[in-house]
């Protein structure tokens, strides 16, 4: 953002420029000279290979997304790991989300993985695009969640979850049965605070210390239903070093809602 001259959000900073910004952005077939866009593609990723260096910025959208993905996760890991042993700087947007899976992506120690959190809130029937930049790869299925919030019809949307749950060979819809340890009506499926990974901790909203020997707080418990939230373990950690806000619930008629 410096070298581009926009303004930086600090008091001070210490700025080595890049020598040179490589970018591979466009999908189109070069129909003059009769190449398809992958091999487009390959074209320019041979090249940026060829040139970057440590001094190198790489930014990628959607590489090899000319091809079909067996190939796509082998030539963008390929390429993950030669810049990174050029130590080169870049950043690829990908939905290839078994790259993770790829053992040499995950030992390397200069390649982390993001994503930017999109979750569906069902009681208001719409996607909530979070825009919190999150660790690890994003949720692999949210397509069906795009298609359903751009109300695709019915009839579209049981054969599409149909032919999903065939591929995964799994039962996608049925919740976490683990309980948390404070409260058996808890169940930790998603986290209450991304609503993206698994939940693994409970989080007191109001915090235990406040409770008196009886374990109460005021008027309620402090493992009541309403003061318990299960989180992941990020989203946990978030709360008690950076003070991610959990909302406190209240009762309405349609249950207990966050405010």
Known sequence: MAQAGLYVACDAMSLA???????????????????????????????????????????????CSGTESASAISIVGSACLALDRKRSHFMFATHLHELPDVKAIRASTRIAIAHLSVRYDDAADMLVYNRRLMDGPGNALYGLEVARAMRMEREFMQNAHAIRRELLGVQEDVVNQKKS?????IYMDLCGACGERQAEETHHIEPQRLADSNGMIGRFHKNAAHNLIPLCAQCHDDVHSKGLHIPSAVMTTRGILRV
């Open 181 to 185: 340890n404070y409260n058996r009506n």
């Open 17 to 63: 420029p890049f020598s040179s910004i490589y970018t591979r952005m466009a999908t189109t077939d070069d129909i003059y000279h009769g190449r398809s866009t992958f091999m487009v593609e390959l074209a320019e990723l041979r090249d940026i290979l060829h040139h970057a260096d440590a001094r190198s910025l790489v930014v990628g959208d959607e590489l």
